[in-house]
């Protein structure tokens, strides 16, 4: 750095006080291992300020003579001359170990192979200077490539006399002496008179030796290498050769050798791979202390940028500081703009001296290599540079030779062997040179046979072409084909951007609003709405009828997400399609929006919206009238006619119409709708019909979960949940999950409707009726005025019960009332089937809290035998427990009990939880009330368990009621905290009373504190004398 290169608008120190090297690096902006660094390489202040530094910065003063004075040689016994110990290792834990483990066996070969940059040298230091701390006598050297190496060139200047260990055996003087290497009569007596060297030397103390870059080695030193190999197995001699494993070639020594090595000395072989995620993680981590959004970013930067080359990250690193990208301030670090960033200096300088070694013509078609990409397919190159076979297969020979390139296997591909040599080659030309290339490149892939459109896109784009807008628009539709909204809104995005402007192209960018508007339907309703007022006022301009005609339906598509109640604009708009002329109805079926346009996805929305026997008519009339159609839109018209059949209690047709509708969403891999024919019959299906089929919902469920994960849509959300699968999680009594998949899907606004549905569910049956309330509010602003239907229309069905019975629970029969009569009006809209029977059992709560025991009655039968035809066991479930109530309650015991066996049996089939609960407190009570009270316990310990397991807190204060207090123990403690309370007296461990009591270890821990809290003690001793004290020990 020139002048100390300290960050802008640093300020300099009075020199009143000393610091530390974090000081330093605060001042300067950089972090720690940069100052070291500054100091190692010598790049401080300039010569007139380093006194001063050291003045100012603790710094030692041999640090600083080194900046002003060339490196010194290195001391004795240092590994190869290299720095200082306290290098951080990462990464290579492992290999450090059987390092060290053979360093301490009997001796041997150990061969530490890797790519450039990829850490051995630091790995063999950090190997080297162990082994000096605990006595191990340490010889290196290094091969170079410059003029090549000279015969046993890292051996002599292993043996340099100014390194030869004091007070130890002489050098093996053939090595060792200026000129006596000539004077040995041949390798053996050499090879012999190192071995004894060595071996001599190994009588003091064990011997390790350092050979570095060996795949630079002459013939003659690999030779030495085998003969100490086989020689020194029995003896404390370990030998630790380096090279490059990757770019061994035929015409170099140790390409040849190796596998002599390997053989005969039976050497150890690790091989260093580069830094995965978790490795850079814990460099940034060391070094950084930024915000987890900045670390990741950060992390992600360096992978990407140096494909986990350690040498490539410290130097990107390197950069990123001295360019102020990454620097420190009084806060903290903090993390710049990285999509700027270039090569640094120095990887470009030792990419450039690669490079020089190329012909001129070469580097010029490297350079369109460059542009085309990570990958080059050789006909595409051939074809943009239009060179011969031999002339093209000469650079190729050169790259290869150099290592700027590698080939693929199999196939006729070659990649540059590093992301970085790729982009300083495309950094060093300048801007025309770049568009000319990737303009010809668009050129030559936009005529093959199947043209990648993201590929030609970009190319044509780079090149500043118009003609990129209809590859952008290419890629889009394929991304929408995928369900890849948000690429899909990007790419469209950027072609409306190249249309800007052009009043020759307003039609088709009209048209792509539309389109645009379909990618942001799901995500982002309201951006939708105004991109499609923007093509209309396009349309309008132009007097295009099919596209007057067109918008008011994809609007009315848009609005039906936005949980408002568009069904009458929907229709309306409907009728304008159908009215359309043949020709233009023909013209939308060739278009990009033919599937929003299509009556099968008409007959979807309808189905949706509850209006069942018109979807079934819609879909039905367009397989009997397309049955050529697009697979994607025949799936989704028998997914409309399964949708109906639910509703309309046809299950086993249902069934039928959902599998059927996914062997064509299989067909065009459209997966993101194979999970939603799955969630949909698990909902209106399964659910509804047969929520005892246990194994069969559990088996659906994972179908389901694995057609998500082979979708766009499902790497977006939680995996294992989907909107419509949080209702078995619900029924299984998995509240916490559905209430984390339910919260993340309405922050997505995915279903909004019924994601509100089901929290208020959760927050009434978790006790928290306000929130429960503002959820209702949220999803139905006019309360029980809101007129049907609303999208989804099972959803509002259960929302407006969900209501129905909060004003219940709250005791405000006015307000209840009023909900009930809105469930009414809406099943009335609905030609739906299933669900009927909720108003009876509503009006029962309603009509027994008036005091109406027999008006109750009446409904609740009515109810029941609603839900009995067809056969839905949950509204059967809930009417014969209501049932088993209300006799229970007109002291009625017989029917009472011919109701509760219902309920029981029915409750026990579902494996759900909290339905089981809910039946045992039923139970309870009628034991209670028919003078079986001695009974109940055991009930009601069950619901118990059950309901603090789930936080269900209305339902514990229906069983704290229901359960008798004690009244001669004092401390307020409830009936559960004195069971927990007796059975630790009697000695049972935590995990032992939550077995017995079927709840879990942390609960218990939490009745324990609560015990402790009340009764003023903090002891489990102390707990268990109170529990004799009063008798609680049976």
Known sequence: MSDGGHAPGSTDFDGSEW???????????????????????????????????????????????????????????????????????????????????AIEGRGGVVLVAGDAGVGKTVLVEALGYEAIATGVQVMGARCFELDGTPPYGPWLEMFRPDRAPPDLPVPAPALSVKDALEAVAGRRKLHDQVLSFLVELSRHRPVLLLLGDMHWADEESIHLV??????????????????????????????????????????????????????????????????????????????????????????????????????????????GELSGVRVPPLLRQLIDERLERLAPEARHLLQAAAVIGEEIPIDVWQAVTE???????????????????????????????????????????ILLRRRSWHRRIAEVLAAEANPDPDVVARHFSEAGDPRAAEWVIASGRRAAGAFALAVTAARFEKALAILEGDDQRQRERAWLLCELAEAYRFTDPQRAIAYLDTAQRIADELGDE??????????????????????????????????????????????????????????????????????????????????????????????????????????????????????????????????????????LVLQVYYPDRVEERRRLLDDAARAWRHSVFGALVLMGSFPTMIDSLLLEGRWEEARA?????????????????????????????????????????????????????????????????????????????????ALERWLEWSDIVVGRAAPDHLWARYDAAQGDLDRAWQHQREGLRRASNPRQPLAMLTAHRTLARLATLRRDFPTARQHLAGAERLATSFEAPYVLALVQVTHAELLL???????????????????????????????DHLEPRPTAVP??????????????????TDAEVAERLSISPRTVGGHLQSIYNKLGISSRTAATSFAHKFGLVR
């Open 387 to 429: 060179v011969s076979d031999e002339a093209l297969a000469d650079v190729i020979e050169q790259a290869l030779a150099v290592r700027v390139m590698v080939e693929m296997p199999q196939d006729p591909v070659l990649r540059f062997r590093h992301k970085l040599f790729r982009q300083s080659l495309y950094e060093h030309m």
């Open 929 to 959: 009330a028919s003078g079986r009270g001695h009974e109940a316990g055991g009930l009601l310990a069950a619901a118990r368990a059950t309901a603090e397991e789930l936080g269900a807190k209305p339902l514990l204060a229906v069983i």
């Open 546 to 683: 099919g596209l007057q005609t067109v918008i008011p339906y994809c609007k009315a598509r848009v609005r039906t997400l936005e949980a408002r109640n568009a069904f009458a604009e929907l229709r309306e708009s409907w009728r304008g399609i159908e009215g359309l002329p043949e020709s233009t109805r023909h013209v939308l079926a060739g278009s990009p929006l033919a599937y929003a346009v299509s009556r099968a996805t008409y007959a979807q929305v309808l189905a949706h919206y509850g209006a069942y026997g018109p979807a079934l008519e819609h879909a039905e009339r367009f397989l009997e009238e397309s049955p050529s159609a697009d697979p994607r839109e025949q799936g989704t018209a028998y997914f409309a006619i399964g949708l109906a059949n639910a509703g309309l209690a046809r299950p086993s047709e249902a069934r039928a119409a959902f599998d059927r509708a996914r062997t064509f969403f299989r067909q065009t891999e459209t997966y993101h709708m194979v999970g939603a024919t799955y969630d949909w019959e698990l909902d």
């Open 226 to 335: 085998r003969h100490l190999g086989r020689q020194i197995r029995r003896r404390p001699i370990l030998i630790v050769v380096t090279y490059r494993h990757v770019e061994l070639r035929p015409d170099e020594p140790l390409y040849r050798l190796l596998p002599h090595v390997l053989r005969e000395t039976e050497a150890e072989r690790i091989t260093l791979r580069e830094w995965d995620r978790d490795d850079v993680a814990e460099l940034v981590t060391a070094r950084y202390q930024l915000s987890a959004a900045d670390q990741d970013r950060l992390v992600t930067f360096l992978l990407n940028s140096s494909e986990g080359n350690p040498f490539f990250i410290n130097e990107l690193l390197q950069s990123l500081e001295d360019e102020a990208v990454l620097r420190l301030t009084d806060e903290g670090w903090i993390l």
């Open 19 to 101: 610091l530390t090297l974090p000081a330093v690096a605060r001042h300067f902006g950089v972090s720690t291992h940069t100052i070291r660094r500054w100091i190692h390489d010598g790049r401080l202040p300039a010569e007139k300020r380093v006194g001063r530094f050291g003045e100012q910065f603790f710094v030692p003063s041999a640090a600083l003579e080194r900046a002003r004075d060339p490196a010194p040689e290195p001391e004795r016994g240092a590994p190869w001359g290299g720095p200082g110990p306290g290098r951080q290792l990462i990464g290579r834990r492992a290999e450090f170990d059987r390092l060290r483990a």
């Open 741 to 821: 998949s339910a919260t993340a899907f309405l922050s997505a606004n995915a279903q909004p409707l019924g994601m509100r549905r089901i929290l208020a569910d959760l927050d009434r049956r978790q006790g928290d009726t306000a929130r429960a309330w503002a959820r209702i509010a949220e999803a139905l602003p006019d309360g029980p005025d809101t007129e049907p239907p609303l999208n989804h229309f099972p959803y509002g069905l259960r929302l407006i019960g969900v209501a129905a019975e909060l004003a219940l629970d709250d005791g405000d029969l006015d307000w209840a009332r009023r909900w009930i009569l």
């Open 971 to 988: 401390g307020g403690l409830s009936a559960r905290e004195i069971e927990v309370l007796r059975l630790v007296a009697e000695g049972l």
